[in-house]
C-alpha cells in the first residue's frame, strides 16, 4: 500500500499563488506517475498535471502557463506551483501516484484531497 499526504491548500485571493506538495511513503515502485486531479462542487474529477518519473509533464489546458508541477524522486515527493489564480480553480485537489514494479501491474493511489478557495 501507498499513503500520499497532501499540505499546502488554502484560501487566497484572486491572482495570487499557493504551492501543494504530497509526500508518498509505503510500498513505492519507481516507474511511476504523480500529480494533481481537481474535483469542483458538482463536476466530475479532473485531470489539473501530472509528471512522471522520468519527468514528463502533462497539463490541463485550463492551467497551461499558470501551474507548474515538479517532483523530488529522492522525498517521493511532487508539488504544485499554482499561481495566477482564477475563482474557477476553487476545488478540491487530490493527490494521485500511478506506479507498478518490473513485475506487478499499475496500482492507482488517491490523497485525501485538500481544498483550494480562490476568492475576494
Known amino acids: 500500500q501507498v499513503q500520499l499526504v497532501e499540505s499546502g491548500g488554502g484560501l487566497v485571493q484572486p491572482g495570487g499563488s499557493l504551492r501543494l506538495s504530497c509526500a508518498a511513503s509505503?510500498?513505492?515502485?519507481?516507474?511511476?506517475?504523480m500529480g494533481w486531479y481537481r474535483q469542483a462542487p458538482g463536476k466530475e474529477r479532473e485531470l489539473v498535471a501530472v509528471i512522471t518519473s522520468g519527468g514528463s509533464t502533462n497539463f490541463a489546458d485550463s492551467v497551461k502557463g499558470r501551474f507548474t508541477i515538479s517532483r523530488d524522486n529522492a522525498q517521493n515527493t511532487v508539488y504544485l506551483q499554482m499561481n495566477s489564480l482564477k475563482p474557477e480553480d476553487t476545488a478540491v485537489y487530490y493527490c494521485?501516484?500511478?506506479?507498478?514494479?518490473?513485475?506487478?501491474?499499475?496500482?492507482?493511489?488517491w490523497g485525501q484531497g485538500t481544498q483550494v478557495t480562490v476568492s475576494a
Open positions: 509505503g510500498s513505492i515502485f519507481d516507474i511511476n506517475t
Open positions: 494521485y501516484r500511478r506506479q507498478r514494479s518490473y513485475y506487478s501491474d499499475w496500482n492507482v493511489y
